[in-house]
């Protein structure tokens, strides 16, 4: 469950605000927060560094709210980081297609960098392989293995 409402809560700011810093409407921002929709990776990106907090913590995934030395996302890293990862797990793309529920097209365009990863697919895959959305996405160097028994 992400994290979003909590965040804009505790930062005392109304939906309408963050929407706007975000450039977005505030029924788009409403919808990401209410989870009737998922917030574009570049969206969440830009979330993430307007609240100065990490990708993890508000997708769920750990209690850290920041991590040092974070970075924007980086297409690139993030394109090798997950080819790099499937490998190592001795996983195909078909394979991986398979248990993420999306064509392998999709995975072989995001290993490639000709599309920047949907923030499904970015969920799914950190909770596959038990590994930080930051250090996916490249906003930090080091490689976390997450336990993803958190509580929201």
């Known amino acids: 469950m992400m994290r979003l409402k909590k965040v804009r809560i505790y930062a005392d700011l109304k939906q309408k605000e963050v929407a706007e810093n975000l450039g977005v409407t505030r029924n788009s921002y409403n919808m ?3 989870e009737n929709d998922i917030i574009p990776l570049k969206q969440l ?26 970075q924007k996302i980086n297409p690139t890293l993030l394109a090798k980081r997950i080819k790099r990862i499937r490998r190592e797990n001795d996983l195909t793309q078909d394979d991986l297609a398979k248990i993420l529920n999306i064509t392998r ?6 290993e490639n960098g000709i599309n ?22 490249g906003k930090i160097d080091e490689e976390i293995k997450l ?3 958190v509580k929201n």
Not at 105 to 110: F, L, N, T, V
Not at 118 to 135: E, M, R, V
Request: a negative charge; hydrophobic letters at 40%.
């Open 116 to 137: 920047l990863a949907l923030t499904s697919y970015i969920i799914g895959f950190c909770k596959y392989f038990h590994i930080s959305a930051d250090f996916i996405t």
């Open 45 to 70: 990106d830009k979330f993430c560094e307007i609240f100065d907090v990490s990708l993890d913590y508000v997708l769920g995934f750990s209690e850290t709210w920041k991590y040092e030395n974070t």
């Open 105 to 110: 097209s999709s995975i072989s365009k995001y």
């Open 32 to 34: 990401w927060e209410r």
């Open 147 to 149: 336990d993803l028994e």
